[in-house]
């Protein structure tokens, strides 16, 4: 007769799935979570640039830099708006006085002619058409800003008169034109010849003493009473 071998007469033990979870320790369920939240927050202390914020870092320097161009090309229209306006000035006030320049060239040519005219208009030659031609010379010199001064019994003045003549009168009182020998014609502000001119200057000396010989008055009070 066969005898059955010891030990397996018995069935093997299973686990009981509860007594497996209860055998878990505590210690190492509690650990997890924490260790997985000190994970999370090394993470989240040095985070990564994402590419949108670079992008906006590029785009923010990129606008400065233009900003800057701007400005500088600005201040350069401004600048040269500046120069452009102070060249046209000086062209403009050149172009005066050169047409100024030129008009005195000219006129001052024709100072002989208007003479002749004068002299002629005083001796009472000045007639026919040769009156109406000299009127319209004239006219024209009048358009282009010639004007005639200089006449008998003004104050001499060195700065418009030239004195061709000197002497003595006791009717003036200071240095006085008493002749026109030549007028003096001006453009403007502009002398282009000065008046030709005698002039008379007050008598030296000092004027003479009143008559002493003159009746004193009676300051008597009249006839003795007797």
């Known amino acids: 007769m066969t005898q059955d071998p010891q030990g397996f007469d018995k069935e093997p033990e299973v686990p009981d799935a509860e007594a497996a979870n209860q055998d878990v320790p505590a210690e190492s369920a509690a650990e997890s979570p924490e260790r997985a939240g000190g994970d999370a927050a090394a ?19 990129q606008l400065d830099q233009a900003r800057s161009a701007l400005n500088e090309r600005t201040q350069d229209v401004q600048r040269l708006q500046a120069e452009f306006q102070n060249y046209r000035r000086r062209v403009e006030r050149d172009r005066i006085a050169v047409k100024e320049v030129a ?108 008559d002493e010989s003159a009746p004193e008055k009676d300051n008597g009070g009249g006839p003795d009473e007797g």
């Open 103 to 210: 008009i005195a060239n000219l006129l001052t040519e024709l100072l002989p002619v208007l003479d002749d005219i004068g002299r002629a208009r005083d001796h009472g030659e000045l007639l026919g058409g040769f009156k109406h031609v000299a009127e319209s010379l004239e006219m024209v010199a009048a358009k282009m800003g010639l004007a005639q001064f200089g006449k008998e019994g003004e104050p001499f003045d060195p700065m418009i008169h030239e004195a061709l003549m000197h002497s003595y009168s006791p009717d003036v009182a200071e240095t006085t034109c008493v002749q026109i020998l030549q007028p003096g014609y001006r453009i403007g502000d502009r002398t282009i010849r000065p008046a030709r001119v005698g002039v008379a200057e007050p008598q030296p000396g000092k004027p003479a003493d009143q």
């Open 43 to 61: 993470g989240d202390a040095i985070p990564e640039p994402s590419a949108v914020d670079l992008q906006d870092v590029a785009l923010t320097a």
